[in-house]
């Protein structure tokens, strides 16, 4: 996004999609809706974007890195447990707040219910960043089966995100303690 600057129309409905899309979700959002908040008109929305579904996924590829990077730690000389852990107290720390409306990525590709929308591919795209991350801190761990572990870290990660949206309260613990079994299980000290 502009930053210093006046932002510019397309700035403005990526924030607000970005915005709308993650409180209230991306089929109940309409373009009307979207245009209004973003102080743009349909008629430039559709210049900037061919459909309401590229606006979507734009949006997602906007935010995406900053979603993911907010969770990882910036020390990269920590131990690999460390790291890991680090990124579910993180999670732990955003399912306490009452704005936190689960993972951006996990909504949209549930909402959507459509594999092959670009949206969905965006989200399955940083899904798999994530996923890769956790590999690789696996990798650095010496563990057995990198992958499988990296892929269990991330079903921790959204069932917890996912379980604070169905229940509306934190997680008290929760995904903390269960990627540190995890952990424990693959022997990483």
């Known amino acids: 996004m502009a930053t210093g600057k006046t932002a ?19 089929t109940a959002t309409g373009v ?25 996924a734009e949006a997602l590829k906007a935010s995406g890195p900053g979603t993911n990077a907010a969770f990882f730690p910036e020390d990269a000389e920590t131990r690999p447990r460390e790291r890991v852990l680090h990124v579910f ?8 707040q009452p704005a936190f409306a689960g993972c951006p990525f996990v909504n949209t590709a549930s909402d959507l219910r459509d594999h092959d929308h ?7 795209e940083f899904k798999q960043e994530l996923t890769d991350w956790f590999t690789a801190e696996a990798r650095a761990a010496g563990v057995a089966d990198p992958e499988l572990l990296g892929r269990q870290l991330t ?17 008290d613990g929760l995904s903390l303690a269960t990627a540190a079994a995890l952990l424990d299980a693959a022997g990483v000290a």
């Open 8 to 26: 510019t129309p397309r700035d403005r409905l990526l924030a607000a999609a970005t915005d709308l899309f993650y409180r209230e979700g991306v």
């Open 32 to 56: 009307e809706r979207l245009c209004s908040v973003a102080g743009v008109s349909k008629r430039s929305m559709y210049q900037l974007f061919k459909t309401k579904d590229d606006l979507v």
């Open 89 to 96: 107290r993180v999670l732990e720390d955003l399912a306490g």
């Open 118 to 124: 670009p949206a969905t591919v965006v989200a399955r």
């Open 155 to 171: 079903v921790v990660f959204d069932g917890s995100a996912a379980r604070t949206v169905v229940h509306g309260t934190g997680l």
